[in-house]
């Protein structure tokens, strides 16, 4: 159950090998800050403490896509500890841009230096 006064995230997506999760996501206080926590099988993401828990959230989903995952989405299911169910939309989050792999081997360098 959340604690009362905090919010409650649904978070979903697909994990560093691609494979589909959906867990939540629960804020702790810490000091005069929030930290965003995630479970998920025997990991456990938390962040840095931050000033709300819509800014820990954010660092969340950024620690997450450095982790490898994708296509992230965030339902709120709970606001301040009252449970809101399904009614809220999901937020979707874009992936960050993938840089593209580069070639390499016998042909490659070639081709590069044929491009020289």
């Given at each position: 159950?959340?604690?009362?006064?905090?919010?409650?995230?649904?978070?979903?997506?697909?994990?560093?090998?691609?494979?589909?999760?959906?867990?939540?996501?629960?804020?702790?206080?810490?000091?005069?800050?929030?930290?965003?926590?995630?479970?998920?099988e025997a990991?456990?993401?938390?962040?840095?403490?931050?000033?709300?828990?819509?800014?820990?959230?954010?660092?969340?989903?950024?620690?997450?896509?450095?982790?490898?995952?994708?296509?992230?989405?965030?339902?709120?299911?709970?606001r301040n500890?009252?449970?809101?169910?399904?009614?809220?939309?999901?937020?979707?989050?874009?992936?960050?841009?993938?840089?593209?792999?580069?070639?390499?081997?016998?042909?490659?360098?070639?081709?590069?230096?044929?491009?020289?």
């Amino acid at each position: 159950m959340a604690q009362a006064g905090f919010d409650k995230h649904q978070l979903a997506g697909l994990d560093d090998r691609e494979r589909g999760f959906s867990r939540p996501v629960e804020f702790e206080q810490a000091g005069e800050g929030y930290r965003a926590v995630l479970r998920y099988e025997a990991v456990r993401v938390a962040t840095e403490v931050r000033p709300s828990q819509d800014d820990a959230l954010t660092i969340l989903i950024q620690t997450l896509h450095a982790q490898g995952y994708r296509q992230l989405k965030t339902q709120l299911s709970f606001r301040n500890g009252v449970y809101l169910g399904s009614q809220e939309l999901w937020v979707e989050y874009p992936d960050p841009p993938q840089a593209e792999p580069q070639p390499s081997g016998f042909l490659q360098k070639i081709k590069d230096w044929f491009r020289s």
